[in-house]
């Protein structure tokens, strides 16, 4: 398990105001996980990560406790999409905040993400 980034537990409440740690961890099964479904991704872009999670252009609704950022960095014309599972107080006192999927995607599936699912967070100026 290793800590990656921190939330602003201001911003992510719009999923839900239990989040009990700003700690976010990615697990070596989830790291697997993402090469395994998405092929030099994480190898490409997991510098992009701390900043993904730490200033989400978007955060749209997805399970509970759960969200779904997107983030685009303009000046490398890359979007992405990550999956966070928030740790609230009712959970597992040993659970962090933990990063559950990552990927690269394109503009076509940005639209219709943002389209598509109730958008509970958006950076301000966006």
């Given at each position: 398990m290793y800590t990656i980034a921190r939330i602003d537990r201001e911003i992510y409440s719009c999923v839900t105001k239990e989040i009990a740690t700003d700690e976010v961890v990615i697990t070596g099964e989830r790291v697997r996980h993402i090469k395994d479904r998405h092929p030099n991704d994480f190898e490409k872009y997991c510098n992009y990560i701390k900043r993904i999670v730490e200033e989400p252009?978007?955060?749209?609704e997805d399970r509970p406790n759960t969200a779904l950022v997107l983030k685009e960095f303009t000046d490398d014309n890359k979007q992405?999409?990550?999956?966070?599972?928030l740790k609230t107080s009712s959970d597992?006192?040993?659970y962090k905040n933990s990063v559950l999927t990552f990927m690269k995607t394109n503009a076509k599936k940005w639209r219709q993400n943002i389209n598509n699912k109730r958008i509970?967070?958006?950076r301000p100026n966006l």
């Open positions: 252009d978007y955060i749209l992405f999409r990550l999956v966070l599972r597992n006192p040993e509970l967070y958006k």
